[in-house]
């Protein structure tokens, strides 16, 4: 895949060339990015999303088991059983 960074964002963990509507999945550029060199020190600003693009950065969070959490009695995966669900179990022959 060609390299080109001017207009590229990463977008729902892709990475989208606006010029071109071209995308990819983060997960497959990451092989090749060790191999790369460090940027120069003028690439090391930071450029935030503005704050009407942000998913989950400053946004209220949904607390409503938290009580439960606290209090001990929140029910996790765990802890959930399943009727006429059978146990595992490991047996060693000799």
């Keep these: 895949m060609e390299r ?43 450029r935030f999303k503005p704050a009407k693009a942000r998913r989950y950065v400053g946004k209220p969070v949904s607390d409503r088991d938290l009580a439960d959490i606290v209090r001990g009695r929140a029910v996790y995966g765990i802890d959930v059983v399943a009727p006429a669900a059978l146990d595992p179990a490991l047996v060693a022959c000799i």
């Design 4 to 46: 080109r960074s001017a207009g590229c964002h990463a977008q729902n963990h892709a990475i989208v060339h606006e010029p071109t509507g071209t995308s990819a999945r983060l997960r497959s550029e990451l092989g090749g990015g060790r191999r790369l060199p460090l940027p120069s020190a003028d690439h090391l600003q930071l």
